[in-house]
């Protein structure tokens, strides 16, 4: 098939949209190159990257040090299985149970794996160790929550797009208020094994619960012997200005879910990470993933980690952040009815008489800022933690520019 375009650009999208499924709704920017904060597309025009792969390239594209580990790893050994040990994999296991204070780490790769993989874990834990009765035990979640997309994530999904058409789905789980301890409090019950939330809902539209939220969330669980289960896939990982969003509010979950920015933006690398006493109840053959840990993204991984641990990119991420907020609130009533967020994440809602997110995301990509909205009038405004203050300003200019050049 011949496809004419006028444009590398055109001719890079009619490729794309008739070869490959149409499960995303793309701008029409094909990026050929990245680094830093930007992004060069195919016909060269280069974008400040404000979304950075929904957090996955938190420490910049191509970063330095992980693409150093990336090409060594490259030249030495990627993959083995998990039939055969590798000398990559206790190393990283070690560094991400001590940055978040856990004993063990189960490596997977999508971040909807980590998920499924403490569904797993948290039923097996309430067999074994609560002594749920066989088949009954149930999970709560936050309404408007977003956790991934395999079959048992969406049927606990509250949004008709992610559920409609894809049933039976997977019993189990119940669908509470986020922000409200009590509304959760009413719903657990003594088959309750696991409460799964994402400590700020990302996809959502960047929703922070109030203050007193998740500590009451933490006491809850302890009080009913349920573990609390933190995705921090997109929350996590320095985006928030700590290393975890729940060190925000000095809350400890029993299992941390980590995605995304762990595997530096060059690879798929997800964890659970958790105690002895609830990984533990994993044994040979009951779960696993012939890439989960792979050498390529233990290397990686352990990169990252210490990449963290000298936590200048939290600083960063917290200092900027406040940069880029009050910059965000100076615009409201002027286009921009609401922020929220925190550290170098911000949801912004944008008044919806302006016309819908999408619009406004194709208005910014003209003037090269790439966002992506969430729902509705909601931008989100999440670049790589390498963004500087006057990049920052750069992009609110053309946010301002771009809400004027919509109005009446
Ligand atoms: C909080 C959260 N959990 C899980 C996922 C799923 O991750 P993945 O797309 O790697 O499967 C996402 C993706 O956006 C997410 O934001």
């Known amino acids: 098939m011949t496809i004419l375009a006028d444009t590398a650009t055109e ?33 060269g025009r280069r974008y400040l990257d404000c979304l950075a792969a929904y957090s996955a390239v938190n420490f910049g594209h191509r970063n330095p040090e992980i693409t150093a580990t990336a090409h060594a790893q490259l030249d030495t050994v990627t993959l083995v299985s998990r039939a055969f040990h590798s000398d990559k994999l206790g190393p990283f296991c070690a560094a991400l149970a001590r940055l978040c204070g856990k004993d063990m ?12 993989s403490a569904l797993k874990v948290a039923r097996k834990w309430g067999a074994e160790v609560k002594g749920v009765p066989a088949g009954r035990a149930n999970i709560i979640v936050a309404d408007n929550n977003f956790h991934g997309r395999t079959i048992s994530i969406v049927s606990f999904s509250s949004d008709p797009v992610a559920r409609n058409g894809f049933g039976p789905f997977t019993p189990g789980f119940r669908s509470v208020p986020f922000g409200d301890a009590a509304g959760l409090a009413r719903a657990i019950d003594g088959d309750t094994v696991a409460v799964l939330l994402e400590p700020i809902q990302g996809e959502a539209g960047i929703i922070v619960p109030p203050d007193d939220y998740l500590p009451a969330v933490r006491a809850l669980c302890s009080e009913h012997d349920v573990l609390l289960i933190a995705d921090e896939i997109q929350s996590g990982l320095a985006r928030t200005g700590h290393t975890l969003a729940c060190d925000r509010w000095g809350v400890v979950p029993d299992v941390y879910l980590l995605g995304k920015a762990l595997g530096g933006g060059v690879v798929p690398l997800s964890a659970v990470v958790a105690d002895r006493d609830i990984l533990g109840v994993l044994r040979p053959g009951e779960h696993g993933s012939t890439f989960g840990g792979n050498p390529l993204a233990a290397a990686i991984g352990s990169t990252v980690v210490s990449i963290l641990e000298r936590g200048e990119f939290q600083a960063r991420s917290a200092e900027l952040g406040a940069h880029l907020h009050g910059r965000l609130e100076d615009m409201i009533g002027d286009g921009v009815v609401a922020v929220r967020g925190m550290g170098l994440w911000a949801g912004v809602d944008v008044d919806p008489s302006l016309g819908t997110g999408k619009e406004m995301s194709l208005r910014l990509a003209d003037r090269g800022v790439l966002v992506k909205d969430t729902h509705g009038s909601t931008l989100r405004f999440a670049p790589p933690l390498v963004v500087t203050r006057e990049e920052i300003d750069w992009a609110v200019r053309q946010f301002a520019a771009a809400l004027r050049e919509a109005g009446p």
């Open 105 to 116: 780490v189960l490596p997977m790769n999508s971040g909807a794996e980590a998920v499924e």
């Open 11 to 43: 001719a890079a999208i009619a490729l794309a949209d008739r070869y490959a499924a149409h499960n995303y709704s793309p701008l029409p920017v094909v990026a050929a190159s990245a680094e830093g904060a930007w992004i060069t597309d195919v016909d």
